[in-house]
């Protein structure tokens, strides 16, 4: 089944009077409904490659694929609404409102393209946060990161994507919760069939993938061992 394409991916930045490669992939994928692990050292550019795949960010050269479409094909405001549709994030640092009500942080990327919240996406949104044992109506500040990163999966996953990228969403929290973010991401993963991208540092996250992905020096290579990517470290 088709999911994630990447072919010949060329990406520089500038760096004085020449230019620095970023990524330099000539093929990758990733099937639907695939979990797989980025591993690199600090960096490397797994979090601009997340940047690449959901169209934040085009190539120098090359094509990103998802089931077939290519999104960076379109024009920037249409690719924002396809990214709206169909990717879920999820960040190390959360990226909550602090003075929002848990639930008012889920529902709030619903406000982007909707003069209105349906209904059916509150009482969503109100049920993800209690199998996440968050109060809906708890102001952001006054969450521990544990609680935090669990209010930022709940709105990730909301509206059913079907792809979930995560950079580093274990990386502040200690063992109990990084164990408890990875089981919410995987779960929610493998119940609406999305393919999950996950940059990690965590050898524990490495361990319950589908894949590891290691990149060194702008290239993707397949780890041997889940939990011994090469250059990880």
């Given at each position: 089944?088709s999911?994630?394409e990447?072919?010949?991916?060329?990406l520089?930045?500038p760096?004085?009077?020449?230019r620095?490669t970023?990524l330099?992939?000539p093929?990758?994928t990733v099937a639907s409904?695939?979990c797989?692990?980025?591993?690199?050292?600090?960096?490397?550019?797994?979090s601009t490659l997340l940047n690449?795949i959901?169209g934040?960010?085009?190539?120098?050269?090359?094509?990103v694929?998802?089931?077939?479409?290519a999104?960076?094909?379109?024009p920037?405001?249409?690719r924002?609404?396809w990214?709206?549709?169909h990717?879920?994030f999820?960040?190390?640092?959360?990226?909550l409102?602090?003075?929002?009500?848990?639930?008012?942080?889920?529902l709030?990327p619903?406000?982007?393209n909707?003069?209105?919240?349906?209904e059916a996406l509150r009482?969503?949104?109100q049920a993800?946060l209690?199998r996440m044992?968050?109060a809906?109506?708890?102001?952001?500040?006054l969450?521990?990161r544990?609680?935090k990163?669990?209010?930022?999966?709940a709105r990730?996953?909301l509206q059913?994507p079907?792809?979930l990228l995560?950079d580093e969403?274990?990386?502040?929290?200690?063992?109990?919760?990084?164990?408890e973010?990875?089981?919410?991401?995987?779960s929610?993963?493998?119940?609406l069939?999305s393919?999950?991208l996950i940059v990690?540092?965590d050898?524990?996250?490495?361990?319950?993938?589908?894949r590891?992905?290691s990149l060194?020096?702008g290239?993707?290579?397949e780890?041997a061992?889940?939990?011994?990517p090469?250059?990880?470290a």
């Open positions: 089944m999911g994630l990447l072919h010949d991916i060329l520089t930045f760096e004085g009077t020449r620095r970023i330099d992939i093929s990758c409904g695939e797989v692990a980025l591993a690199g050292a600090s960096g490397s550019g797994k690449l959901s934040l960010i085009l190539p120098d050269r090359g094509t694929r998802w089931n077939g479409f999104p960076g094909e379109l920037e405001p249409r924002d609404v990214r709206g549709r990717i879920g999820v960040f190390q640092d959360f990226q409102f602090p003075e929002l009500e848990a639930l008012e942080n889920v709030l619903v406000t982007f909707r003069w209105s919240i349906p009482r969503r949104g993800l209690k044992n968050v809906p109506s708890q102001k952001a500040r969450l521990s544990g609680e990163q669990r209010v930022a999966i990730a996953v059913e079907e792809i995560a969403p274990t990386a502040s929290l200690d063992a109990a919760n990084a164990a973010v990875t089981d919410l991401l995987l929610h993963a493998r119940t069939g393919t999950l990690s540092h050898e524990e996250v490495w361990t319950r993938m589908d590891v992905l060194r020096r290239r993707l290579y780890a061992e889940t939990a011994f090469p250059s990880a």
